[in-house]
């Protein structure tokens, strides 16, 4: 289905979400007819804030909002979605279109599995009446189907359309970059050769795919590394979590600035504890770059004050080699809280694979190099 179509049938005025892969058609679309101008888009920090704008919208017009993610986020939208949009509290009607990523009988990465299947349920169970858009759904199908949901939303209830993969097509070109030189993966080859055999935390999409093949490269095991492959934004409390229990270990933490924003509660949890042990890195390109590029607000915050302000010891910002450098080394000799924000590019290889070793290896793996301690 052309996206256009799709976005004029839907007729809502406000877009607000987190981007997709799958929804990389609607993604452009609305950059390219929007940008992110705060009265008709905005992408957000996460789901859940996603559901709070569209209820402020909602509130201020009395019009129907969008919220777009990837299934994924259904998580974050469960608490805004029954204590604040259903019908038995505000009843603020809500149009969602989410992704459909590891939909039953679709290969898809491991993290995506379950989530896809109970995708349509987890709608069922939050009031909100799903209909699957397909390849094959047809302009006619959409509207009709938008017509019955509409007689949902005037009653304050919230509907959801689901989108297969290949379902909306025909977005526009849109280009995203940032004035930055370094390379993500050449940052990461730096932060494997500096961490040793330390034990590194990497964070979900394409950063975890780079550690695990700058390793392959090497010829090394992958034992040290946990690569978060789901659970966006959870990396730093993972390490967090880490760093408590084995305070013989320095740890390290391989964030993304999407995911860093996600969940920036994290930050002020981890500066409260401030381990010794523990260095956090945000990879920050100022995008949503795994899933298509599109901007974060990572671009105009400054990380650096906000780890300094939730009571990080050491915090500094690098955009050359040898600025990163120095920066890793004197966090190996600092013995305390460290923070380093390297500014990075946005683009990675196309030819960039995936780990060829399940998840549950990873994990078994990585929990055998904790136990035995440091080789």
């Not at 679709?106 to 858009?133: C, N, R, S, Y």
């Not at 305070?247 to 391989?254: K, L, M, N, Y």
């Not at 100022?286 to 010891?313: F, K, N, S, W």
Request: glycine letters at 10%.
């Amino acid at each position: 289905m052309n996206v256009k179509d799709f976005v004029e049938i839907l007729g809502a005025d406000f877009w607000t979400g987190v981007p997709d892969s799958q929804l990389k058609a609607l993604c452009n679309y609305l950059m390219a007819t929007y940008g992110i101008d705060g009265r008709h888009h905005i992408i957000a920090a996460n789901e859940g804030n996603c559901a709070a704008l569209a209820a402020g919208y909602h509130l201020a017009t009395g019009k129907v909002p969008a919220v777009y993610m990837q299934n994924s986020g259904e998580g974050n939208i469960i608490n805004p979605a029954a204590s604040l949009l259903n019908g038995k509290v505000y009843a603020i009607p809500v149009i969602f279109v989410v992704g459909w990523r590891g939909e039953p009988g679709v290969h898809d990465e491991p993290q995506h599995i379950w989530q896809g299947e109970i995708t349509l349920k987890l709608l069922e169970d939050m009031d909100i009446a799903a209909f699957v858009v397909g390849p094959d759904t047809t302009r006619e199908a959409l509207a009709e189907q938008m017509a019955r949901f509409r007689e949902l939303l005037a009653r304050g209830k919230d509907v959801a359309f689901v989108i297969r993969k290949g379902a909306l097509t025909d977005a526009p070109k849109v280009t995203y970059e940032n004035s930055f030189t370094l390379r993500r993966e050449e940052i990461i080859r730096h932060i494997a050769a500096a961490s040793g055999d330390d034990p590194i935390v990497s964070t979900t999409g394409k950063a975890s795919r780079e550690l695990f093949e700058i390793r392959e490269a090497a010829g090394q095991g992958h034992g040290n590394d946990f690569l978060t492959v789901g659970s966006m934004g959870h990396a730093s409390s993972i390490a967090l979590g880490i760093a408590l229990q084995k305070p013989e270990e320095r740890v390290w933490c391989i964030d993304g600035d999407g995911a860093a924003l996600m969940h920036m509660g994290a930050m002020a949890v981890i500066g409260a504890q401030r381990p010794a042990n523990l260095i956090h890195i945000v990879i920050n390109n100022g995008a949503h770059e795994t899933v298509g590029g599109m901007p974060t607000v990572a671009g105009q915050a400054d990380l650096t004050a906000v780890a300094r302000a939730c009571g990080y010891p050491s915090a500094v910002c690098v955009d050359s080699f040898e600025a990163l450098d120095r920066a890793l080394e004197a966090a190996k000799a600092a013995g305390s809280l460290c923070f380093i924000e390297v500014k990075s590019a946005i683009g990675a290889r196309d030819d960039l694979g995936r780990p060829t070793t399940t998840a549950l290896e990873n994990k078994e793996r990585f929990m055998a190099r904790l136990r035995q301690g440091k080789p």
